[in-house]
């Protein structure tokens, strides 16, 4: 019976394992031979010690933290939850540097969207201080106390924030799917910075823009020289893209002006067949370079020359330059219904294409100017959801900002993550557009239950932390919405977890008291933790999804856990019997070997444990592990 490591997703196996499947030649008795790996690369290898790079105190300590497995877990907080038992959203507090490691098993590859609002390192912002010893101990030992800003007369100021940036950025990459971006608001604080340390993570290749929002159109009079009134987003993909892909679907109205004329297969506007770039022409583009025949009466067009087809068209500009069209002859052939032929103000005539509305999208601009997305905006809308003229929380994200970048990037049943998510915005994005498209997107916000300022209007409004303010801001706009669209199978819940160490003892013997710490090593569960805080952990560890669905069964009064249908059976009780191995065989999928997992002490005895695992395998279980 195999036993569960209690770790999450081992990165540095995991890439030593990818590049024993590229180069099978440069493994060694199980380990890498870095000299053959030189060998196989040949000559794109960088030998010399003077290189470009981008390099700080502690960034070889950051690379090993974002490899470093965490020994900790998720534990589920169904009293501060909504919905719990039909949500497919997730609301996670703590640390998330560790948060993010604890979710690679079950949501590699994943996710379609990231965007963040970090820290922008204005010398009033507090910057997360890892520790690769133990950061679950130094996570509850940061949210017991008032954090502290990352002063500018920190001798390591820019630092100390890209040690936190780097290796979540490098953990949140490999949530990505393929087709996965990142959105990253930021200042001109660290903007640089940022933009170095995005290419080093994600790759120059992937680096999609750097947009520039007007967030505040008045500007900030405290300034030194400028009246600064932007901020910045970057984009980047996880890999390259095709063209096209960051535009969005045009609305009515914008499809009414934009393509002005219809026929029976909708409506279209006519954009010339003409190539209108002057470096293409007949001198380097001979194929598309052919004349067109038009019926002046009927205005038909033809490739072949007809008696009554009389006026012949071909791409000459108006000073004699002999262009091309953007068509070959064979395309035009068989694209020939949709050309049109008309004549100009200086009766010239000229050959078009219809270009119809169906899915008329436009690309992003790279300056966002609207209104909506105006800081105020988002702080307005903010106020009125919890009825109040404090400032609760500062400068929230305008939630037409983030929408906009939702539907440039996410389709209907995508999952989107936030884990700088402060006051939620981002999941208060996904509620109302899913609302607004019909769409099933499901979030995932991760943050740090940092403790508001007893000075604050926030923790005089009886917010604690600001996960109290984040969970509140969900709450509050899933009901909004339901209540102004009338949507009420709109998901609008979200489970709750909060980070803690793993719910096992670890075995680490005080040879002063071996038997006393050997007797308590039966009962391998922490005291104040329940089967349930087990059972979660245990899905992490083997990687399905915190929303996977869980029936529990009561079978003689002990609980079986029926994980995904059958994919994964659990049994975390005390004195397991043969009875109950049988009854769990009841419910494995027809589909797939399931696994099962027992707990390593909850057998009645070793000859009930040797009985269950024989009897599992006869009828093909083989997966069959303990906690």
């Not at 903007?191 to 159109?217: A, Y």
């Not at 010339?272 to 038009?294: A, D, I, Q, S, W």
């Amino acid at each position: 019976m195999e036993k569960l490591d209690g770790k999450s997703l081992d990165l540095v196996q995991t890439n030593i394992e990818a590049l024993k499947k590229l180069f099978p030649e440069v493994v060694t008795e199980g380990k890498i031979d870095f000299e053959k790996l030189k060998l196989v690369l040949g000559e794109e290898i960088e030998k010399r010690n003077e290189r470009y790079e981008f390099t700080w105190h502690g960034k070889t300590q950051a690379m090993k933290l974002a490899q470093t497995p965490s020994t900790g877990t998720l534990r589920p907080d169904k009293q501060s939850s909504k919905n719990w038992d039909t949500t497919e959203n997730l609301y996670i507090e703590g640390d998330n540097l560790e948060v993010l490691k604890l979710l690679q098993k079950s949501y590699f590859g994943k996710i379609k969207m990231v965007y963040i609002d970090p820290p922008y390192n204005t010398g009033k912002d507090f910057v997360y201080k890892d520790d690769f010893r133990d950061n679950i101990k130094n996570y509850k030992e940061m949210t017991q106390q008032t954090t502290k800003a990352n002063t500018e007369t920190n001798g390591r100021y820019h630092t100390d924030w890209l040690n936190m940036m780097y290796p979540r950025l490098k953990l949140a990459r490999n949530l990505l799917r393929e087709d996965g971006v990142i959105f990253i608001s930021i200042d001109d604080n660290e903007v640089h910075n940022l933009r170095k340390l995005c290419d080093e993570v994600f790759g120059e290749e992937n680096f999609v823009s750097q947009i520039t929002v007007l967030c505040n159109p008045k500007g900030r009079s405290q300034d030194k020289y400028f009246a600064t009134n932007h901020e910045y987003i970057l984009v980047y993909s996880k890999a390259v893209l095709e063209k096209g892909f960051f535009s969005i679907k045009k609305d009515d109205h914008q499809i009414i002006s934009d393509y002005p004329l219809e026929d029976e297969s909708g409506r279209y506007r006519l954009i010339e067949l003409r190539n209108t770039h002057r470096e293409f022409g007949r001198h380097n583009r001979k194929n598309l370079f052919y004349p067109f025949y038009v019926n002046p009466s009927t205005k038909e067009i033809s490739l072949e020359q007809k008696e009554e087809y009389s006026i012949v068209v071909e791409p000459i500009w108006d000073d004699g330059y002999e262009g091309c069209w953007t068509w070959d002859k064979s395309k035009s052939l068989r694209e020939i219904s949709s050309l049109v032929a008309q004549t100009t103000s200086k009766g010239k005539w000229k050959i078009y294409r219809k270009n119809y509305a169906d899915g008329a999208k436009k690309m992003l601009k790279t300056i966002f100017i609207d209104k909506l997305f105006y800081t105020e905006k988002g702080q307005n809308a903010f106020s009125i959801l919890f009825s109040t003229k404090e400032k609760l929380f500062p400068s929230p994200k305008s939630v037409d900002l983030i929408s906009q970048l939702l539907m440039t990037v996410t389709q209907q049943d995508d999952i989107i993550l936030d884990f700088f998510s402060g006051s939620a915005t981002t999941a208060h994005a996904v509620m109302q557009l899913n609302a607004e498209d019909g769409g099933n997107r499901k979030f995932i916000m991760v943050q740090l239950p940092e403790p508001t300022a007893e000075n604050s209007e926030a923790h005089k409004a009886g917010y604690k932390n600001i996960c109290e303010i984040g969970k509140e801001r969900i709450r509050r706009a899933g009901e909004k919405i339901v209540q102004e669209t009338g949507k009420a199978d709109l998901d609008i819940g979200f489970k709750v977890f909060k980070l803690d160490s793993s719910n096992v003892k670890p075995w680490d013997p005080d040879f002063e008291n071996f038997e006393k710490d050997l007797v308590e090593q039966l009962n391998n569960l922490k005291e104040d933790r329940t089967k349930e805080d087990l059972l979660y952990e245990i899905l992490l560890k083997i990687g399905l999804p915190l929303t996977t669905s869980i029936e529990e069964i009561d079978y003689n009064g002990k609980t079986i856990y029926n994980v995904g249908f059958g994919a994964v059976l659990l049994c975390l009780e005390n004195d397991i019997d043969l009875d109950i191995v049988h009854e769990m065989m009841k419910y494995k999928s027809e589909h797939l070997s399931p696994k099962v997992i027992f707990k390593e002490s909850g057998f009645m005895n070793d000859s009930v444990k040797i009985n269950a695992i024989q009897t599992l395998k006869k009828n093909g279980i083989n997966d069959v592990r303990s906690v």
